[in-house]
């Protein structure tokens, strides 16, 4: 009923830059939170940042000042820029939100995932 669709993952050289997009359809009628997540082989999938729909904004400390998180409500879309990208960034990255569908509550969403690779 609802998907979120991630794109532009890909590989990139260390220090470069890389911008994900994901986006909700479906049946939407509200969109609390959109976010992403990252995973790596023999990992738990990671916060790596969340925003509001007011704005509020969270990152993980360890992509704080290279990764900005915005969001376009009206699009029910997310963004996720990442600079001076390192190899440790290498992973899936996941899109995922919480929205409220039309039974008037509140579930949480995962897209497919998109690969980043970060290597010379």
């Known amino acids: 009923q609802v998907q979120l669709v991630e794109s532009g993952g890909g590989l990139v050289q260390p220090g470069g830059s890389l911008r994900l997009s994901c986006v909700a359809s479906?049946?939407?009628?509200?969109?609390?939170?959109m976010g992403w997540y990252r995973q790596t082989p023999g990992k738990e999938r990671a916060l790596v940042a969340i925003?509001?729909?007011?704005?509020?904004?969270n990152y993980a400390d360890s992509v704080k000042g290279r990764f900005t998180i915005s969001r376009d409500n009206a699009k029910n879309m997310v963004y996720l820029q990442m600079n001076s990208l390192k190899p440790e960034d290498t992973a899936d990255y996941y899109c995922?939100?919480?929205?409220?569908?039309?039974?008037?509550?509140?579930?949480?969403?995962w897209g497919q995932g998109t690969q980043v690779t970060v290597s010379a």
């Open positions: 479906g049946s939407i009628f509200g969109i609390n939170v």
């Open positions: 925003i509001t729909s007011g704005g509020t904004l």
């Open positions: 995922y939100a919480i929205i409220r569908g039309r039974s008037n509550f509140y579930n949480t969403y």
